[in-house]
């Protein structure tokens, strides 16, 4: 088998031209930047070991597993994050709550920010990564994920400091700025399956999907400076609801941000009082 043929046995499994290319540089023990390689040596005979790796790993792939699971690497907002099944796969569309929150901490660079079930580590480590001024502090209730987030931190050199909690409870403030990407799909969710592999308790949360985000949006103005920032991203039909929850919680200039599909997945407010 060369490297044509074991991308074409990919594509016969149902797997999409990108992700055989990175799986046969995993299987080849290459860098996933080096798709030039492939291309430049079609011809190459892949050795019988390597080729069963790679056809396991592409099996993998055609059950659905994500990606990055199986290589174990993800990009997000410029950084490369280790993951794995026991944290949730960072998503393009959470750099729209990256890009709000940077935003607002340019006036306040050294801003106590605190980002909630952080899982990999993904925003809290990029909004450090933008605002290395900023004294940033993430949660999460699990401690497998903990142990991805504190990693990946170590590994970037970011000096943001982690916490086992659920949410606000037991943390104190005042925080300037309170970020979080909590689970927001509701129980019974007909997409559920299709994300069977990720951890379902970073995804579901109640009937309607809202039980996390009421918990942060009740126990918010307690924690939060004056004039800081709640920021939650949510479900392509919650942004009304996420809206309503923080105008309730008296929060100020509520409103929301779209996402790289136009879809209102980011709403944040101010706390004025």
């Known amino acids: 088998m060369n490297v044509a043929q074991a991308l074409?046995?990919?594509?016969?499994?149902?797997?999409?031209?990108?992700?055989?290319?990175?799986?046969?540089?995993?299987?080849?023990?290459?860098?996933?930047?080096?798709?030039?390689?492939?291309?430049?040596?079609d011809a190459d005979a892949v050795e019988s070991d390597v080729a069963a790796a790679y056809m396991a790993l592409c099996e993998r792939r055609a059950t659905g597993c994500p990606l990055a699971y199986i290589t174990g690497r993800k990009e997000f907002h410029g950084l490369d994050l280790d993951v794995d099944a026991r944290v949730l796969v960072p998503r393009p569309d959470t750099e729209t709550l990256v890009d709000w929150a940077i935003q607002l901490l340019e006036p306040m660079p050294a801003a106590r920010v605190i980002d909630l079930g952080t899982g990999s580590g993904a925003i809290a480590l990029a909004i450090k990564q933008a605002c290395p001024r900023a004294r940033v502090h993430a949660t999460d209730a699990s401690n497998d994920a903990l142990a991805i987030a504190q990693g990946n931190a170590e590994r970037l050199g970011l000096d943001v400091s982690f916490r086992q909690a659920s949410w606000l409870d037991g943390i104190d403030g005042p925080w300037d700025l309170i970020v979080s990407n909590p689970p927001y799909v509701a129980e019974g969710d007909p997409h559920l399956p299709a994300l069977r592999h990720e951890p379902q308790q970073a995804l579901v949360s109640g009937p309607d999907g809202l039980d996390a985000i009421r918990a942060i949006a009740q126990a918010a103005p307690t924690r939060i400076a004056l004039r800081g920032w709640l920021l939650l991203e949510h479900g392509y039909d919650q942004a009304a609801a996420v809206r309503r929850l923080l105008a309730d919680a008296g929060f100020g200039f509520v409103a929301s941000r779209r996402d790289l599909g136009g879809i209102e997945r980011v709403t944040g407010a101010q706390w004025l009082e």
């Open 8 to 41: 074409a046995g990919a594509s016969a499994l149902g797997v999409e031209r990108l992700d055989a290319q990175l799986l046969l540089l995993q299987a080849l023990g290459r860098s996933l930047n080096d798709r030039g390689w492939l291309l430049a040596h």
